[in-house]
C-alpha cells in the first residue's frame, strides 16, 4: 500500500540538482507517477534529477525515464546486496549490465555500487560485492562515467578497492555517511560528497562536521527517495521535491546565501555528471 506525501516546501531561489533519487521506488511507496515527481521537484527548484538503477530491471527503468525526460540523466548497475545475493549468477547479471551502458547518451554513471557490510556480513557475499565493484569501476573507466559509490559499515575496504582497481577520475560517495576523518580520505581520493537528509537529524554531529570540511567544489546534495527524509519529515516517505528542506539546513549551516548554494551545486553536478538535457 502506497504511503502519502508530505506537503511541498516553499521553493528554492535558484534552481538545484538532485544528486540521487530512485524516482521508480518513490512511484511504488507513493503512488506518485514519474512524470509526476519529477513536476513537483521542478515546480520548488529541484530542476535536475538523477536516477540511479540498483539492477538490471531498475537500470533499464532509469534509462527510459532519462530517454522521455530531459530533467533527469541515468546511472546504472547492481547494487553491492543484490551482487551479494547473486551468487554463482553473477556474472550473468554483470554482463546483462555491461551492455546497457554503451546503448544511451542517457547513461551518465555507472551506480550504485560499491560494499555493504550491513546487509552483507558473510565472507562470500562480500567476495562477490568486491568483485561486482570492481566490474564496475572497470566500466567506469572504459566509458568515462562517473562512479556513485554505495558504503555502508564499508569505509577501508571502500578505500582499499578503490586504491587496488585504480580511483576513478570523477566519482562521489553517495549517501555520505562517514566522519570528518574519512571525509579528508575521500576527498584526498578526488571525490565529491554528497550528503542526504540524515544530515539533519540531530544525533549525526559527525556527519555534519564532515560536511563542514568539505571544499565548495565538491558538494553534493541527494534525496535518496523515498528513503533518508530530512527533518522535520523524518520516517515519512521521501521525494525529489522535498530536496529544499536538507538544502536549506546545509546553507544554514555553511552561512551562505541560499540561491548562490543552490547554484553551486548544480554546478558540481554538472562537473561529474556532464550536461543534462535542459541545459542551454
Known amino acids: 500500500m502506497s504511503r502519502p506525501l508530505p506537503e511541498a516546501p516553499a521553493a528554492l531561489p535558484a534552481p538545484t540538482t538532485d544528486a540521487h533519487t530512485h524516482l521508480l521506488s518513490t512511484a511504488e511507496f507513493s503512488g506518485l507517477s514519474v512524470a509526476e515527481a519529477i513536476a513537483r521537484a521542478d515546480a520548488v527548484g529541484v530542476h535536475r534529477l538523477v536516477e540511479v538503477g540498483c539492477d538490471v530491471a531498475s537500470s533499464r527503468g532509469a534509462i527510459e525515464i532519462a530517454q522521455q525526460h530531459p530533467q533527469v540523466i541515468a546511472c546504472v548497475a547492481l547494487h553491492p546486496n543484490d551482487a551479494a545475493r547473486a551468487g554463482a549468477g553473477l556474472g550473468r547479471e554483470l554482463a546483462a549490465l555491461e551492455a546497457l551502458i554503451g546503448g544511451s547518451e542517457a547513461v551518465r554513471g555507472i551506480g550504485e555500487t560499491g560494499l555493504d557490510y550491513y546487509r552483507t556480513r558473510d565472507d562470500e557475499g562480500k567476495r562477490l560485492q568486491r568483485q561486482s565493484f570492481a566490474a564496475h569501476l572497470s566500466w ?27 580511483v576513478p577520475q570523477r566519482f562521489m560517495m553517495h549517501c555520505f555517511s562517514g ?12 571525490a565529491w560528497l554528497s550528503f542526504p537528509g540524515t544530515v539533519t537529524f540531530r544525533p549525526n554531529e559527525a556527519l555534519r562536521e564532515a560536511f563542514d570540511l568539505t571544499p565548495d567544489d565538491r558538494l553534493l546534495v541527494e534525496t535518496d527517495a523515498p528513503y533518508l527524509t ?42 561529474l555528471f556532464g550536461p543534462w538535457g535542459i541545459d542551454g
Do not use: W
Open 140 to 166: 567506469a573507466r572504459e566509458h568515462d562515467l562517473a562512479v556513485v559509490i554505495h558504503d555502508r559499515d564499508a569505509h577501508a575496504d571502500i578505500l582499499d578497492v578503490l586504491d587496488a582497481e585504480g
Open 179 to 190: 566522519d570528518a576523518g574519512f571525509a579528508r580520505q575521500c576527498l584526498d581520493r578526488g
Open 230 to 271: 530530512p527533518v522535520p519529515l523524518r520516517g515519512k516517505p521521501n521525494a525529489s521535491y522535498l530536496m529544499p528542506h536538507t538544502v536549506r539546513f546545509l546553507a544554514a549551516r555553511r552561512g551562505v546565501d541560499l540561491a548562490a548554494f543552490c547554484r553551486l551545486l548544480d554546478d558540481n553536478a554538472s562537473a
